[in-house]
C-alpha cells in the first residue's frame, strides 16, 4: 500500500521562528490534507490541497503531486501552534502519516 | 464546526463486555467513517459508511461491527471488548466526492 512519511518527527521552536513540515508520498494520490491535534486531543482541518498552494493566516501548504510532497509552512509560530501535524492522503481512503510533534516555546 | 458529536466522550469497561460508540451528525452528509488513534500507529480506519445501511471495512476491521439505520448516526460495536481495543476513537464525515474529512472530538476507550 502507499507509504506516507512525514519529517521531522520533532520539532522545537523558539516564538516567532518560522518551520517547514514535510510529507511525502509513494504513489498517485486524489487528494492531500493538512490536520493539526491540539493537547486536547481534537484534530482540525488546515488545508484540503490535492496540488498547489494555499494559505490561511500564518499558516500555508504547498502540494507537488507529480513529485509526490507536500510542505507545511508556519511562520511567526505562536505558542497556540503547539501539536502534532499530520498529512494524509487519498488514493480511495485516507492514509495518515505519522505526525510532526511541534512544541513552541514562549 | 461539521456538527460531529461523539458519545461517550470516555468509557472504561472491562475485558469481555460489549461497547457501542456513537457518532451523531447533523448535517446529512453521506459519507462516515470510524477511525482509532494509538501511539505508532497514526490513525487507521476502521470502518465506513456510504449511506444508510452501507458500510465497508477499513484496515482495522477485526473485532468491530458498525451500524447506520439513519443517515446521522453511525454506531461502532465492540461486541467483546480486549485491552488491545484500548484507544482513543474519531468518527470523521466527509462533504463530499472529494472526501475532504472532518473529525468529531474523540472518544477515549479503556478496556481493562
Redesign the interface.
Given at each position: 500500500g502507499i507509504q506516507v512519511e512525514q519529517s521531522p518527527p520533532d520539532l522545537i521552536l523558539q516564538e516567532g521562528a518560522n518551520s517547514t513540515l514535510r510529507c511525502n508520498f509513494s504513489d498517485s494520490v486524489n487528494n492531500l490534507q493538512w490536520f493539526h491535534q491540539n493537547p486536547w486531543g481534537q484534530l482540525i482541518n488546515l488545508f484540503y490541497i490535492p496540488s498547489g498552494t494555499k494559505q490561511n493566516g500564518r499558516l500555508s501548504a504547498t502540494t507537488v503531486a507529480t513529485e509526490r510532497y507536500s510542505l507545511l509552512y508556519i511562520s511567526s509560530s505562536q505558542t497556540t501552534d503547539s501539536g502534532v501535524y499530520f498529512c494524509a492522503v487519498d488514493p480511495g481512503k485516507l492514509i495518515f502519516g505519522q505526525g510532526t510533534t511541534l512544541q513552541v516555546k514562549p | 464546526d461539521a456538527g460531529i458529536t461523539q458519545s461517550p466522550r470516555h468509557k472504561v469497561t472491562e475485558t469481555g463486555t460489549p461497547v457501542t460508540l456513537r457518532c451523531h451528525q447533523t448535517e446529512n452528509h453521506r459519507y462516515m467513517?470510524w477511525y482509532r488513534q494509538d501511539p505508532?500507529h497514526?490513525?487507521?480506519?476502521i470502518h465506513?459508511s456510504y449511506g444508510v445501511k452501507d458500510t465497508d471495512k477499513?484496515?482495522v476491521s477485526d473485532g468491530y461491527s458498525v451500524s447506520r439505520s439513519k443517515t446521522e448516526d453511525f454506531l461502532l460495536t465492540l461486541e467483546s471488548a480486549t485491552s488491545s481495543q484500548t484507544s482513543?476513537y474519531?468518527c470523521a464525515i466527509s462533504l463530499g466526492e472529494?472526501?475532504?474529512?472532518?473529525?468529531g472530538?474523540?472518544t477515549?476507550l479503556t478496556v481493562l
Open positions: - | 467513517y505508532g497514526g490513525l487507521r480506519l465506513y477499513g484496515e482513543v474519531f472529494n472526501n475532504e474529512q472532518f473529525f472530538p474523540g477515549r
